[in-house]
C-alpha cells in the first residue's frame, strides 16, 4: 500500500496517481459489499448484454422497417402495425420483463432444458436468468426506435433517387440494396444508437431476467465453449442500484455510486 503525504506530490505526480486511482476502479472486481474496489464485472457485463441486445434488433428491426416501408400495401393493416410500433415504445420497461420472465426464461429456456438438459433438472440451466434472456428483453424492448428510425430514413430518400434506378432497368431489390440502403445508412446508425443507450442504461427488466448482485463468473471466459450465455451477470444500471438503495452503509457507498454513475453516462 502507497501513502503520501498532503502536498508531497507535484502536478505530475497527483495526475500520475489519479489515473492509477481511475484503472483500479476500471479494471477491479469489487469488494467490500461492492462498497470498494473496482467495476470490471459490470462494465464487461453492460458491454456483452449491450452488444447481444444489438445482434438481436438491427436485423429484426431494419428488415420489418424495410418492408413495411417499401413492400406493404399501405392500408389499414399496416397503420394499425405502426400504431401498435409506436405504443410499444411508450410501454414501461418493467412490463418487457414480467414478459421476458415469463416467455424467454420459463417457457423457451425451461423447453431447452427439457430437451438438451434433462440430466440437470431440477437445477435449471437456461430455464433461469441469464445474459442472454436479458439481451433478447432488451432488443424486444427497444426494437420500436429500430423500425421508427429506419422507416423516417428509408422515407426520407428522394423519390426521384428510387425512379431513376428503376428506369435504368433495376429491380426493386436492387433499388433498395444500392440506393434507397445507403443513402438511409445515417438513420439507421441513429436509431442504433438510440437503441442502445436506453438498452444500456435500463435496470427494471434485468432485474427479473438475470442481472445479479455479484456474479462468480463472466458471459465469456477461455473455458470451451468459451460463450455462456446462460450465465447471470452484473450491469453498471444495477451496481448504482444496488449501492445506493441496498447498500447497508449508504454514506460509505456513495463515492462508488458518484463515479459509477458517471461512467455509465459516459459510456451511454
Do not use: C
Not at 441486445?53 to 422497417?65: I, K, Q, R, T
Not at 435504368?168 to 433499388?175: H, L
Amino acid at each position: 500500500m502507497a501513502f503520501h503525504f498532503p502536498n508531497e506530490l507535484r502536478f505530475s505526480g497527483r495526475a500520475a496517481l489519479f489515473l492509477s486511482e481511475v484503472w483500479h476502479f476500471l479494471s477491479r472486481e469489487p469488494r467490500e459489499a461492492n462498497t470498494e474496489g473496482g467495476v470490471f464485472p459490470a462494465i464487461f457485463g453492460t458491454f456483452v448484454m449491450t452488444l447481444l441486445m444489438s445482434v438481436a434488433v438491427v436485423p429484426f428491426g431494419v428488415v420489418a422497417a424495410i418492408y413495411l416501408r417499401e413492400y406493404a400495401k399501405q392500408g389499414a393493416m399496416v397503420r394499425a402495425v405502426r400504431i401498435a410500433v409506436n405504443n410499444l415504445a411508450g410501454v414501461p420497461s418493467i412490463v418487457f420483463g414480467v414478459f421476458g420472465l415469463g416467455f424467454f426464461v420459463y417457457f423457451i429456456g425451461g423447453g431447452i432444458d427439457q430437451i438438451l438438459f434433462p440430466e440437470r433438472l431440477p437445477t435449471p440451466t437456461y430455464g433461469t436468468g441469464g445474459i442472454l434472456w436479458a439481451a433478447l428483453t432488451l432488443a424486444l424492448m427497444t426494437v420500436p426506435v429500430v423500425i421508427v428510425s429506419t422507416e423516417e430514413a428509408l422515407a426520407a430518400v428522394p423519390r426521384g433517387a428510387r425512379e431513376a434506378s428503376l428506369a435504368a432497368g433495376a429491380s426493386k431489390w436492387q433499388t433498395i440494396q444500392r440506393i434507397v440502403l445507403p443513402a438511409s445508412v445515417p438513420g439507421i446508425i441513429t436509431g442504433l444508437v438510440l437503441a442502445m443507450a436506453r438498452g444500456a442504461g435500463e435496470v427494471a427488466p434485468l432485474m427479473l431476467v438475470g442481472v445479479v448482485k455479484l456474479a462468480p463468473t463472466l458471459p465469456l471466459d477461455t473455458v470451451a465453449p468459451f460463450i455462456h450465455l446462460e450465465r447471470k451477470f452484473m450491469h453498471l444500471g444495477f451496481h448504482i442500484y444496488d449501492l445506493g438503495f441496498q447498500s447497508p452503509d449508504s454514506e460509505a457507498a456513495k463515492p462508488m455510486v458518484f463515479a459509477t454513475t458517471l461512467l455509465l453516462i459516459g459510456l451511454v
